[in-house]
């Protein structure tokens, strides 16, 4: 890869993260209560859902949190996507975290560009939950806290202006 090449995709690969300690307060959360589980979301060559992915429970809702794994450093991950998956008939954490490869590419311009350009790289942390108050709860105070970059969705109105301000 020529010079030209690597700044060409460097531009087209650039992630703004906003990182600012007054939003990383959770009060009422024990996390040493929670149990993250992980999945590596698609295979090495970015073609096919992972393996594992198979093994997402269908029995509960839940928070689900994609990370880019450079697999450089060790706990080098990249927060870059918030989401949830609320327990109904027709919904569940196995279903909704596979749905992003089923509808790739969608009409969500920065997931795509999340699994075209990470995809090999992504893996999931989900947290299993059946209440759904508590789901659509806890995925608004993390996306309020984290700002991951590619949620559009900030519920925070302070907190959407602030980054829009950017």
């Given amino acids: ?26 009060e009422g959360l024990d996390w040493s209560q929670v149990t993250f589980h992980e999945k590596k979301f698609l295979n090495n060559d970015g073609t096919e859902m992972h393996e594992s992915m198979e093994d997402l ?7 689900y949190l994609f990370y880019i794994r450079p697999n450089i450093l060790p706990n080098s991950d990249y ?7 609320q ?3 027709g919904q569940n954490l196995k279903k909704r975290c ?6 790739y590419p969608n009409e969500r311009p920065k997931i795509n ?34 700002v991951p970059p590619f ?14 301000a950017f």
């Fill in 1 to 26: 890869m020529d010079e030209i090449d690597l700044i060409q995709r460097m531009k087209s690969t650039n992630i703004s993260f906003k990182l600012c300690p007054d939003l990383w307060k959770l």
């Fill in 57 to 63: 429970p269908a029995e509960v809702g839940g928070i």
């Fill in 79 to 85: 927060l870059v996507y918030i989401g949830r998956a």
């Fill in 87 to 89: 327990f109904t008939a």
């Fill in 98 to 103: 596979r749905s992003y490869f089923q509808k």
């Fill in 113 to 146: 560009w999340m699994i075209r350009e990470w995809g090999p790289h992504l893996h999931i942390r989900y947290i299993e939950l059946t209440n759904n108050d508590t789901i659509k709860d806890l995925e608004k105070r993390l996306i309020n806290s984290l």
């Fill in 151 to 164: 949620n559009d969705e900030i519920p925070n109105k302070t907190i959407k202006r602030a980054v829009s």
